[in-house]
């Protein structure tokens, strides 16, 4: 199984970002969904989550900037940000929670590559 992001860049501050992660490979199921982010010389936090019946969760500091939703036929969980921020520079990292399909019994969690995020000011 792996995770693969991709749509991060170089954005003015005001822009916006759109974020993609996919998983692929033995995948019996996916629960839950979420980006986390590392800003430079800052340990690594959560920016949202999202469970396999969609309900949502957001850091304080991007609600109502960011929007995170997933495709389940595609096993693909996106991060729509806007009015980005130059305290949104991060490497942003997807995570899910995957059982295989040779294994289905246990729930194993995966991460992302990471995806580089910086905004200007």
């Known amino acids: 199984v792996q995770l693969q992001a991709s749509g991060g860049g170089l954005v003015q501050a005001g822009g916006s970002l759109r974020l993609s992660c996919a998983a692929s490979?033995?995948?019996?199921?996916?629960?839950?969904m979420a980006w986390y982010r590392q800003p430079p010389g800052k340990r690594r936090e959560l920016v949202a989550s999202?469970?396999?019946?969609?309900?949502?969760n957001y850091a304080d500091s991007v609600k109502g900037r960011f929007t995170i939703s997933r495709d389940s036929a595609k096993n693909t969980v996106y991060l729509q940000m806007n009015s980005l921020k130059p305290e949104d520079t991060a490497v942003y990292y997807c995570n899910a929670a995957i059982r295989r399909v040779y294994d289905s019994i246990y729930e194993n969690t995966y991460w992302g590559q990471g995806t580089q995020v910086t905004v200007s000011s």
């Open positions: 999202i469970t396999s019946g969609g309900s949502t």
């Open positions: 490979g033995s995948i019996f199921s996916i629960n839950a």
